[in-house]
């Protein structure tokens, strides 16, 4: 299984909803990621957990909180959100791996994200 | 900070023609590189990388080299399919203080193939 897999594909919500993005993955991956990605830009980093424990926080706003229960499973959890949060959230993971000489390079596995609209 | 600029699209080529889409980029110490490839309602997929100076990625046909003094790591392909469709993303990696690699994004350049 080489898949990150995301759900819904698809969610509406209106701005004074609560709703969940979920990721799951069964690689074995250690480091999971939040990326944002508005229509016709490039992905954006918001989170990154390691050995879920959260790592880095890209100065995100408090309306977007995020939870990695285990290993495997990555929550984002949204309320309170903007018009101007619609788009296309993205959930990453990666794992480590050993090139030649040593080096150490990682990979990463993105899954296919959910489109978000905010009404 | 680190960034990656690449050329302004839409990229409109006819099947089996050559394709190119450059990308430079700014960054201290050194970076591996990297291009994605977003289809239509589709995640990014890792297309090809190069991890230091004078590497030659290399998948389905596209290449990119990894050029230290121009700062370059241009995408080809000799012959574009309609298949190829796509956004492409160039970006680099490099290893924060977490020990956890962070990618920062060109703009993307969307390619059209026709037939």
């Known amino acids: 299984d080489t898949e990150v897999t995301q759900t819904p594909k698809h969610l509406v919500m209106g701005m004074t909803n609560k709703k969940s993005l979920k990721c799951e993955q069964h690689?074995?991956?250690?480091?999971m990621y939040w990326y944002k990605q508005k229509a016709k830009k490039p992905p954006e980093l918001m989170f990154v957990?390691?050995?879920?424990?959260?790592?880095i926080n890209e100065s995100v706003p408090s309306r977007f909180s995020p939870e990695c229960p285990n290993s495997s499973l990555l929550n984002l959890h949204l309320h309170a959100l903007q018009p101007e949060d619609s788009a296309l959230y993205l959930c990453?993971?990666?794992?480590?791996?050993f090139g030649t000489g040593g080096r150490v390079d990682e990979k990463l596995f993105f899954g296919s994200g959910t489109q978000l609209s905010v009404l | 900070g680190d960034s990656v600029t690449q050329m302004e699209g839409p990229v409109t080529l006819s099947e089996e023609a050559f394709l190119t889409i450059n990308c430079t980029y700014t960054?201290?110490?050194?970076?591996?590189l990297f291009w994605y490839v977003q289809y239509p309602g589709e995640g990014l997929q890792l297309l090809l990388k190069?991890?230091?100076?004078?590497d030659k990625g290399s998948n389905k046909g596209f290449e990119a080299t990894y050029r230290k003094e121009t700062t370059s790591f241009h995408l080809e392909k000799g012959s574009v399919q309609v298949s190829d469709s796509a956004v492409y993303f160039c970006?680099?990696?490099?290893?924060?203080?977490?020990?956890?690699?962070?990618?920062?994004f060109g703009s993307g350049t969307r390619l059209q193939v026709q037939p």
């Open positions: 990453a993971s990666s794992h480590i791996v």
């Open positions: 690689m074995g991956h250690r480091a």
């Open positions: 957990y390691s050995y879920e424990k959260l790592s």
């Open positions: 960054a201290t110490g050194y970076p591996s």
């Open positions: 190069a991890t230091k100076a004078d």
């Open positions: 970006a680099l990696s490099k290893f924060m203080d977490t020990g956890r690699r962070a990618l920062t």
